[in-house]
């Protein structure tokens, strides 16, 4: 033979495969992304086992010398996606490249924007499911996350659970995360705004009872509101530091004393606890970390603005938000995709239908391929039945 076949045996220890960390589900795989590249494409090679898979492998990093994967399906993929992809990894141009987060920075369209514009996910079933949208899948070496574009505002309220239970469960609960959302972000504000501005807004009930809960307070509801989401933040990120058993002691235990002695020293009231209570739990439902932190990032200029022109401050705060929102995009995509195609947006946003009814594929990405499954003809259903035969 004139030819020979080099095969790279080299190898080191690594950590296995284990569960996910921060994307938990009951149901559907248990398996997660390690540091290894070689180990993760594997693993997403088992997902997918399409001989049109691509792994393009790249190096990044004029000293660490960082290997880096582009993922995509030929034949689905949008190659102008693939094309822009290299083309912003490409213009990398540092010394060393160690964490995905720095990857993410240099890629996205608008840095100065709060919102994340790169889907990150540890689940490989994830990473699969992505590329058979036809989605462009970015994995670097030595950290157990993917790197997911383009993204869009929806899919940060979609989990995996979404598609392991029934339709309808999936709809209730993508639409509790987006009341999460908004009770996160505006909560605090609206508070502030009706105390302040719009009692007249109350039944007298309770304005009376608003009233007798800050009898003793002497401080102005902002401060007060202000101290009790300072002292939130401070106790969640003292469990998140913690070792795991002591954090989640240290989390319980310090909200509750915090909030008791606040009380008692007349330094916050009961109702103040309540809404900042509901406001900080509401940003943990969000499935993603990263949209949990920019929520809680936006609870404080809204209330500014609710301190300074009360509800009409907070309207115009959420005007500005849209705004930005649609001038977002992610890889050149509209970030508010496909929320203003009125068939698409209700097929797998906020609302999930039926899997058999989810013949083509996201219209927004333009996919090679539109359609991922036939239409199926449900013969065991009469009313599909019915249907034929009229047809």
């Known amino acids: 033979m004139t030819k020979a076949i080099v095969v790279d045996t080299k190898s080191w220890e690594h950590r296995g495969v284990g569960e996910p960390k921060t994307e938990v589900a009951v149901r559907g795989p248990h398996e997660a992304l390690t540091e290894t590249i070689r180990v993760n494409t594997a693993l997403i090679r ?17 000293r660490s010398h960082t290997d880096v994967a582009v993922a995509w399906i030929e034949g689905i993929t949008n190659p102008q996606y693939v094309e822009e992809v290299h083309k912003r990894l490409a213009a990398i141009d540092v010394d060393i490249v160690m964490i995905e987060g720095l990857v993410e920075e240099y890629i996205e369209d608008q840095p100065y924007s709060p919102f ?3 889907q990150i996910t540890e689940r490989p079933d994830r990473v699969a499911a992505a590329l058979a949208e036809g989605r462009v899948a970015i994995i670097v070496d030595g950290n157990p996350m993917a790197l997911l574009v383009p993204a869009n505002f929806s899919t940060y309220f979609q989990t995996t659970e979404d598609y392991t239970e029934r339709w309808m469960f999936a709809t209730l609960l993508r639409i509790l995360r987006l009341f999460a959302i908004i009770t996160s972000a505006l909560l605090p504000a609206f508070y502030i705004a009706i105390t302040n501005y719009h009692q007249e807004m109350l039944p007298t009930q309770l304005a009376l009872a608003f009233a007798q809960a800050r009898e003793n307070v002497p401080l102005p509801a902002i401060i007060e509101a202000l101290i009790m989401i300072l002292s939130l933040e401070l106790v969640r990120e003292a469990g998140l530091r913690m070792p795991s058993p002591v954090g989640s002691t240290v989390g319980v235990v310090g909200a509750l004393l915090l909030g008791e002695a606040a009380v008692s020293a007349n330094l916050a009231s009961p109702i103040l606890i309540i809404v900042i209570a509901l406001s900080g739990l509401s940003s943990f439902i969000l499935p993603q970390y ?24 907070i309207v115009a705060g959420v005007m500005a938000l849209v705004i930005h929102l649609t001038n977002l995009t992610s890889l050149n995509v509209p970030y508010l995709e496909p929320l203003w195609r009125p068939v698409e947006a209700f097929r797998d946003t906020f609302v999930r239908v039926p899997m058999w009814l989810m013949v083509k594929r996201p219209h927004f990405l333009r996919p090679r391929d539109s359609v991922r499954q036939r239409r199926i003809i449900r013969t065991w259903s009469p009313e599909e039945e019915q249907g034929g035969e009229e047809s």
């Open 290 to 313: 990263s949209q949990g932190l920019v929520i809680r990032f936006f609870v404080y200029p809204f209330l500014f603005m609710a301190v300074g022109w009360g509800l009409f401050g």
């Open 46 to 62: 088992r997902k997918l086992r399409s001989p049109h898979l691509r792994l393009d492998m790249l190096t990044i990093g004029r």
């Open 116 to 118: 994340p514009q790169v």
